[in-house]
């Protein structure tokens, strides 16, 4: 048996309290001490995963390098940790009653009746203890999504009730992360709600070790004090985590409140090494003291929804560090741009961003967007579709191929430009189908790729299911408009680049998912390097 520990964190109260951001942090901390660790996290819907979800329900569909469609949560993961997830790091409530059901078709369960206890919480067992088990991992720390008290979450906590029982409870650590909220009129925190969820937790079986509590203002002592009796947990165990102007701060604050030292206290395991996170306060203390400010149009069609574009937003953050500037992200709505002088939502930009997507729904206006920073000589980063809609613009509005278009727009379209995949032809099945994951990719030699990324072969993350049609490179590549990266086996173009141009790129591929804090993406590194260019000139 493996000696791996479990951390297991918990909501109550209210959702969007940021137990991804706290996981991610105490993660944080314990990788600064040399233990190796990992999350994971339990989802309890019933979509399989959430690659068919539509952004505005849970945000980004976060893809990792083994092609999984996961929880945008694993972004924080891998943006904290700088180490890469995979199918393994997050389950769904839909997963696992997958894999029962396949189990009981082929008659596994031997005529027995298959039932939520014990048949799903064994499968969500079995989940749980995978990374665990595999020994690479001192510290597993699992989340649960949702909040205590969801009927959706219940066989999730029985599996950690049953877990702790079995694995032991001095290996074994319950976070419960909770809102103390502020009654303005009574100029008060409040702790009963926390009680209450505790309660609720207490019902299940499960004893908080931990409250993490998320608040707008300190926590006094005595408040402390209060929610330490209230909630059986020690007072050292009572956790702060106040409100901070950017997520990047939250180690650092869990650091001062001894986060890890408590977990590591029940333990009792003694750090292998004291905290080393220089690095990180030295990208912190960049962050927080630019010298320069660039404005970057994000163009999307969820743009409402923040977490739509979230690893996008990070990777510009991390570029934005990297050079001492402050990345003020401008969104754009696609479908505005539609409408007429539309134009002046571009103005005053220092380079253009546009999202990837799905559908036909405000592409007219990215493709008008495109044209804008092209013939402006604004820095332009395509990904996806928004590399799709570049070629788009080109073959229509200097190639005078004014019928082109994407298939996936469409379907009758004369001048598909932008082609269904050969390999997506006979898929109908939404969920897991697309071309997902790394891929590699080789970067043309000569090209400012190369230069970027210091190397020409490299391997980004994908999701797609069109491409750009190789029938027409002839008529549409040039002097000016260039495949700067290819497939090297299947010559699928993955980088276009417009060298006449001061910075205009188009990757078929998902770069943001790739930076993280100790490694700023290239790509986005160079983009805010041209922003800055341009807003100097
Ligand atoms: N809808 C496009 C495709 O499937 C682009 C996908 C994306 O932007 N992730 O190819």
Same mark, same amino acid.
């Given at each position: 048996?493996?000696?791996?520990?479990? *951390?297991?964190?918990?909501?109550?109260?209210?959702?969007?309290?940021?137990?991804? #951001?706290?996981?991610?942090?105490?993660?944080?901390?314990?990788?600064?001490?040399?233990?190796?660790?990992?999350?994971?996290?339990?989802?309890?819907?019933?979509?399989?995963?959430? /690659?068919?979800?539509?952004?505005?329900?849970?945000?980004?569909?976060?893809?990792?390098?083994?092609?999984?469609?996961?929880?945008?949560?694993? /972004?924080?993961?891998?943006?904290?940790?700088?180490?890469?997830?995979?199918?393994?790091?997050?389950?769904?409530?839909?997963?696992?009653?997958?894999?029962?059901?396949?189990?009981?078709?082929?008659?596994?369960?031997?005529?027995?009746?298959?039932?939520?206890?014990?048949?799903?919480?064994?499968?969500?067992?079995?989940?749980?203890?995978?990374?665990?088990?595999?020994?690479?991992?001192?510290? $597993?720390?699992?989340?649960?999504?949702?909040?205590?008290?969801?009927?959706?979450?219940?066989?999730?906590?029985?599996?950690?009730?049953?877990?702790?029982?079995?694995?032991?409870?001095?290996?074994?650590?319950?976070?419960?992360?909770?809102?103390?909220?502020?009654?303005?009129?009574?100029?008060?925190?409040?702790?009963?709600?926390?009680?209450?969820?505790?309660?609720?937790?207490?019902?299940?079986?499960?004893?908080?070790?931990?409250?993490?509590?998320?608040?707008?203002?300190?926590?006094?002592?005595?408040?402390?004090?209060?929610?330490?009796?209230?909630?059986?947990?020690?007072?050292?165990?009572?956790?702060?985590?106040?409100?901070?102007?950017?997520?990047?701060? *939250?180690?650092?604050?869990?650091?001062?409140?001894?986060?890890?030292?408590?977990?590591?206290?029940?333990?009792?395991?003694?750090?292998?090494?004291?905290?080393?996170?220089?690095?990180?306060?030295?990208?912190?203390?960049?962050?927080?003291?630019?010298?320069?400010?660039?404005? #970057?149009?994000?163009?999307?069609?969820?743009?409402?929804?923040?977490?739509?574009?979230?690893?996008?937003?990070?990777?510009?953050?991390?570029?934005?560090?990297?050079?001492?500037?402050?990345?003020? $992200?401008?969104?754009?709505?696609?479908?505005?741009?539609?409408?007429?002088?539309?134009?002046?939502?571009?103005? /005053?930009?220092?380079? *253009?961003?546009?999202?990837?997507?799905?559908?036909?729904?405000?592409?007219?206006?990215?493709?008008?967007?495109?044209?804008?920073?092209?013939?402006?000589? @604004?820095?332009?980063?395509? #990904?996806?579709?928004?590399?799709?809609?570049?070629?788009?613009?080109?073959?229509?509005?200097?190639?005078?191929?004014?019928?082109?278009?994407?298939?996936?727009?469409?379907?009758?379209?004369?001048?598909?430009?932008?082609?269904?995949?050969?390999?997506?032809?006979?898929?109908?099945?939404?969920?897991?189908?697309?071309?997902?994951?790394?891929?590699?990719?080789?970067?043309?030699?000569?090209?400012?790729?190369?230069?970027?990324?210091?190397?020409?072969? @490299?391997?980004?993350?994908?999701?797609?299911?069109?491409?750009?049609?190789?029938?027409?490179?002839?008529?549409?590549?040039?002097?000016?408009?260039?495949?700067?990266?290819?497939?090297?086996?299947?010559?699928? *173009?993955?980088?276009?680049?417009?060298?006449?141009?001061?910075?205009?790129?188009?990757?078929?591929?998902?770069?943001?998912?790739?930076?993280?804090?100790?490694?700023?993406?290239?790509?986005?590194?160079?983009?805010?390097?041209?922003?800055? #260019?341009?807003?100097?000139?």
């Amino acid at each position: 048996m493996s000696n791996t520990k479990y *951390v297991f964190v918990t909501g109550g109260v209210s959702s969007s309290l940021g137990k991804g #951001i706290v996981a991610a942090s105490l993660a944080k901390l314990l990788q600064s001490q040399d233990f190796s660790v990992t999350i994971q996290k339990f989802d309890p819907y019933l979509n399989v995963d959430p /690659g068919t979800l539509n952004p505005y329900e849970h945000g980004e569909c976060f893809v990792t390098d083994d092609g999984a469609e996961t929880d945008l949560d694993l /972004g924080h993961y891998e943006r904290f940790l700088n180490v890469p997830t995979s199918q393994a790091n997050n389950v769904t409530t839909g997963r696992v009653y997958q894999s029962v059901i396949e189990k009981e078709r082929r008659g596994e369960f031997l005529g027995k009746t298959v039932q939520v206890i014990p048949h799903i919480t064994n499968e969500i067992k079995k989940r749980m203890q995978l990374l665990g088990e595999s020994g690479d991992y001192d510290i $597993v720390i699992t989340e649960i999504g949702g909040t205590v008290g969801d009927i959706e979450s219940l066989p999730y906590i029985e599996t950690v009730r049953q877990l702790i029982n079995e694995l032991g409870d001095e290996n074994c650590v319950v976070i419960h992360l909770t809102l103390i909220p502020y009654l303005a009129a009574a100029k008060e925190l409040k702790t009963k709600p926390t009680q209450h969820s505790v309660k609720t937790l207490m019902e299940s079986g499960i004893k908080a070790d931990v409250l993490v509590c998320r608040t707008e203002h300190e926590l006094t002592d005595d408040l402390r004090k209060k929610l330490a009796l209230f909630c059986n947990v020690k007072q050292e165990a009572v956790i702060q985590s106040i409100d901070v102007d950017t997520i990047y701060e *939250v180690p650092l604050k869990m650091l001062e409140e001894g986060l890890d030292t408590v977990v590591l206290k029940k333990f009792q395991l003694a750090p292998k090494h004291p905290h080393d996170l220089s690095d990180w306060k030295t990208f912190l203390s960049k962050l927080q003291q630019p010298k320069n400010t660039v404005k #970057i149009g994000l163009v999307g069609k969820y743009v409402e929804l923040q977490d739509s574009y979230k690893s996008i937003l990070e990777a510009l953050i991390h570029a934005g560090t990297k050079h001492l500037t402050a990345v003020e $992200v401008v969104s754009i709505h696609s479908e505005h741009l539609e409408e007429s002088n539309s134009q002046q939502l571009l103005e /005053g930009l220092n380079g *253009v961003i546009v999202a990837p997507g799905f559908g036909e729904r405000g592409i007219e206006g990215k493709i008008s967007a495109i044209q804008y920073v092209r013939e402006q000589n @604004i820095p332009f980063l395509g #990904i996806c579709l928004g590399m799709q809609m570049a070629v788009i613009e080109y073959a229509r509005n200097v190639k005078g191929l004014s019928k082109a278009n994407s298939i996936e727009m469409n379907a009758k379209c004369e001048t598909p430009v932008i082609d269904l995949m050969e390999s997506q032809k006979n898929i109908t099945d939404k969920g897991g189908t697309m071309r997902l994951g790394a891929w590699d990719c080789s970067l043309k030699k000569d090209s400012k790729l190369t230069e970027i990324y210091q190397s020409d072969a @490299i391997s980004e993350r994908h999701r797609h299911r069109y491409e750009f049609n190789n029938a027409f490179s002839e008529q549409l590549f040039d002097a000016d408009f260039k495949m700067a990266g290819w497939n090297p086996e299947t010559q699928l *173009v993955e980088i276009i680049e417009n060298v006449k141009h001061p910075w205009f790129v188009g990757v078929q591929f998902h770069p943001e998912y790739k930076s993280t804090v100790s490694k700023p993406h290239p790509l986005f590194a160079a983009f805010v390097e041209a922003a800055l #260019i341009h807003n100097r000139s």
